[in-house]
């Protein structure tokens, strides 16, 4: 198959969660697979140009709000990684968060199907993922209908439904939008243009990254207000638990760590956990008690809150933490004012350092991610394969990929509630079970013999593809 899949993120020339993971590893994981995959992304600020290579001619699109003249780059060691460069869109510090969001994507949309159109390239199958390319879906139905691209079956990947790319009404107008799509059953969304919901109602087939997530957003709960379109479209919603890079999240070959280890042979990891408590700067653990990792967004969803209330009963009893992340700033400031009121016990990293983050998964005992909601989650399964046990809240993906204690598979511990007293005690089992080193063992080489490649997820897209 001839395979287009739009991103607004690719690892790893732009991240800020799994979606660019994702598009950093499943198109290549299809391209083995025997099929064409082109892969589309914005040119963003931070994307190293010295080895790209010009494709093609410029374009120019007219819309109502404007003319955007672009480019098309090809990262030459990347498959067919092409990047859309509009500098007056792109070139800026952050990929999001600025009030002209909805034209620079629509324009990353356009383009992506205009330059596609250009060269000749008829896809079979074209890939939108996340509200970035919900337009694209709603053109492919309208404005290329009646083109060879508009014979592709069109398929949108939910990555994260709360993310929805919500914009005022006016912004129809200055998009060339026609003002019939502005119904409850086209983009509309208490009176605001919902690009999510364009890729929800204009695609053939939805996916989303765990079948857990893929019930869950049919729901109040966690449907964002989406629930009722998603139970419209439950027919055509399917859950693929995404896959993990295991090329670069391999503890027997992993660079960034001072020593290598496997399931079979562990006395590297110790030596990896001798290192990250040196590096961060704090004390070991006392004898009995573990050392806690966290890795991911300084957020409510990621329940950082339930955890600064729980983890400092153990923090005060022995225990470690080292803490990776960014985010809201106050969920930032909360965690740097806990490591100055545990600075022996206690290490905060603001940012994103991709070393640490594997020496944490490498070094510490256990890892923690106490999440209100979670699509899918990867960090997780890094953890799951270096050997830090996980303690998570039981939803979504990780319901898929975490089993507790009491089941026979059980490789981590899940709770079931999202507050402080039911987090605390996960904690406290995670303790007991540190204590009795035999069965910790026994957990520890069982979440490491996991199979998280993406060869089986690359298997499951391509059945529906076809």
Known sequence: MRI????????PFSKTGGLGDVSGALPWALSERGHHVRVMTPLYRGVPRATLQLVGSPLTLEFPFGRVDLRLFRAPAAGELLFVDAPGLFDRDEYYGYPDDAR???????????????????????????????????????????????RARRVFTIHNLAYQGLFPASEMEALGLPWDLFTPSGVEFYQQLSFMKAGLVFADLLTTVSPTYAKEIQTPAFGVGLDGLLRHRAGALHGILNGVDVKEWNPATDVFLPRQFTSTELAGRALCRKELIASCRIDAPVPGMPLFGVIGRMAGQKGADLLQVALPKLLEQGASAIVLGAGEPAVQDAWLSLAAKYPRRLCVRVGFDNSLAHRISAGSDFFVMPSRFEPCGLSQMYSLLYGAIPVVHGVGGLRDTVFDLTQPNGNGIVFEQPTPES??????????????????????RRGMAADFSWAAAAAEYERLFA
């Not at 287009?4 to 690892?11: G, Q």
């Not at 008829?122 to 060879?148: S, Y």
């Open 423 to 444: 987090l605390f005690g996960a904690l406290v089992r995670a303790v007991e079970l540190f204590r009795d080193q035999a069965a910790y063992g026994v957990v520890q």
């Open 4 to 11: 287009l899949f739009l991103s607004s993120e690719v690892a």
């Open 104 to 150: 620079r994507f629509a324009a990353f949309s356009m383009a992506a199907l205009a330059f596609t159109q250009a060269d000749g390239f008829v896809p079979d199958v074209v890939q939108g993922n996340d509200w970035p390319t919900g337009l694209a879906m709603l053109a492919l139905r309208t404005g290329f209908a009646h083109t060879p691209l508009g």
